[in-house]
């Protein structure tokens, strides 16, 4: 088989007619009006609150800065129970609020927190669970709020990947006391570059509003040292646009990923991602498989390294792990997270974006079968 005559990546971010866009930058110019809270921004916070079915929203040009703005904002203290299986950004943003991560392990399901091994991580100095709805599968949300509320613990999640997810009809979002959902392009719905903080507590939309914009309150007072963390009018539309579009994106997903699970069930060695339980309206928003070296034939990095050589670029996320990275290495961990390492070892996204086309995954499939029986 031929490589793909154009490189195959991982993801594309979702691009709107041009006109569309071209027609909102009509508008921002006749505004005069780039940043600092416009009227597009405004806009688009209020389309999110109907998103969301909450007025509790705060957005930030990235969801980096919202999660750390997020925690500053909350004033949490002390240890906070997390995964290593994410993007390094969820603990760094713990570390800019001189939080201790308490890494515990992940499930082999769905490769979010372990509820049990929350539960048995907790000490005195536990304020915070930081939990990831890792692809966009949610977390156990009901086994978790029960363990915070039991035992007084604030509930962050990590919402970068779950934009659109639901669970009971009820958006993701509702669940814990704050999620933050990332924007980038890299995700399935963007806003070039954007981020959302949602919270259940109205109290703190004004403290966000504060930290995003240097802690000015008027334009004479400052009330905290805020930073620069603002959205601006570009970014906003965009977010408008790629809105009215979500439902296809997600639409798009499905089909895709029901591509993947036709061609590879049954591939020795190739396990796909369980489905998710009825009551969840999920995004679709990566394609992840394990790749398990005995019964494939190849180990996961080899298989990325074939699928390279015939210009298909897929990632590993999430390798390394975050304990892996210099950083991490000498944070003390009690759980031996065994888990996360295997899975660490095993899994490989797979291209699924809106622009790929059905045979482009057929050969992706065709490929991998190929290469395994190698
Ligand atoms: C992308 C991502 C982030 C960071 O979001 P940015 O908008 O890129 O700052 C945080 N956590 C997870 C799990 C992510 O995938």
Not at 30 to 46: A, E, H, I, S
Not at 73 to 84: A, D, K, S, Y
Request: proline share 6%; net charge neutral.
């Amino acid at each position: 088989m031929k490589p793909f005559e154009k490189p195959v990546y991982v993801t594309r971010p979702y691009l709107p007619p041009i006109e569309e866009y071209m027609s909102g930058l009509q508008e921002i110019w006749d505004n005069q009006w780039l940043t600092n809270n416009g009227p597009v921004l405004q806009r688009f916070t209020k389309q999110l609150e109907v998103f969301f079915k909450t007025p509790n929203v705060c957005l930030f040009n990235n969801g980096t800065l919202a999660l750390q703005l997020g925690l500053q904002g909350m004033r949490l203290t002390g240890e906070v129970i997390t995964t290593p299986f994410t993007f390094v950004a969820t603990t760094h943003t713990l570390y800019w609020n001189k939080l201790r991560p308490v890494f515990v392990d992940i499930e082999p399901d769905h490769y979010t927190l372990d509820p049990e091994k929350v539960e048995a991580a907790i000490t005195p100095w536990t304020s915070t669970i930081l939990a990831v709805h890792v692809f966009g599968s949610p977390c156990q949300v009901k086994k978790l709020a029960d363990i915070a509320h039991r035992h007084n613990l604030t509930l962050i999640y990590d919402a970068a990947h779950a934009f659109g997810v639901e669970i009971d009809g009820v958006p993701i979002a509702k669940y814990g006391d704050l999620s933050m959902f990332s924007f980038h392009p890299t995700k399935l719905y963007h806003s070039i570059e954007g981020g959302a903080l949602v919270f259940s507590d109205p109290g703190y939309k004004k403290i966000f509003d504060y930290l995003k914009n240097f802690g000015f309150a008027s334009e004479t007072e400052v009330v905290m040292p805020g930073t620069n963390a603002k959205m601006n009018e570009f970014q906003a539309l965009m977010g408008i646009l790629g809105l009215k579009r979500l439902d296809e994106l997600i639409e798009k997903g499905r089909e895709i990923e029901t591509i993947y699970r036709e061609r590879l069930t049954g591939v020795p060695g190739i396990q796909l991602p369980l489905v998710q339980s009825v009551n969840v309206h999920y995004n679709f928003a990566y394609m992840p498989i394990e790749v398990h070296e005995k019964e494939f034939g190849m180990s996961r990095d080899r298989l990325y390294e074939e699928l390279r050589k015939y210009n298909i670029f897929t990632r590993r996320y999430f390798y390394p792990l975050l304990t892996d990275f210099a950083c991490y290495k000498y944070v003390q961990t009690n759980d031996p997270l065994t888990i996360a390492k295997g899975v660490a070892a095993r899994i490989l996204c797979l291209p699924t974006y809106y622009t790929i086309d059905a045979n482009s995954v057929d050969r992706i499939c065709e490929l991998i079968i190929k290469i395994g029986k190698q």
